[in-house]
């Protein structure tokens, strides 16, 4: 059964930083280009940042970076100095690009995950 799971969301306070999990079965993780996506109530999907097909170095993005651990079959997105605005539930996708490189198109990833919740609060 092919299946992405989030995990690690939780409570933090402002400033603080989480690490999520994105976690593949029945595929191979480093096959595919791996997005991260978050969605606030009231609020459409938003795209955060991607890592490319294999490749060995982390993506970083501002406050946030992706790096992989194909021992695992997982991915990771290391959200640092987080605001309350960034209060979402947080999806990991993945696609099946010939070029292997990231995208930002919904449509073009294969699966995805069921979410992780992540609230900033004090």
């Known amino acids: 059964q092919v299946q992405l799971v989030e995990s690690g969301g939780g409570l933090v306070q402002p400033g603080g930083s989480l690490r999520l999990s994105c976690t593949a079965s029945g595929f191979t993780l480093d096959r595919y280009a791996i997005g991260w996506f978050r969605q606030a109530p009231g609020k459409e999907r938003e795209w955060i940042s991607c890592i490319n097909r294999s490749v060995g170095a982390d993506s970083v993005k501002g406050r946030f970076t992706i790096s992989r651990d194909n021992a695992k079959n997982t991915v990771f997105l290391q959200m640092n100095s987080l605001k309350p605005e960034d209060t979402a539930v947080y999806y990991c996708?993945?696609?099946?690009?010939?070029?292997?490189?990231?995208?930002?198109?919904?449509?073009?990833?294969?699966?995805w995950g069921q979410g992780t919740q992540v609230t900033v609060s004090s």
């Open positions: 996708a993945a696609a099946n690009i010939l070029s292997g490189l990231c995208t930002e198109v919904v449509w073009q990833y294969n699966y």
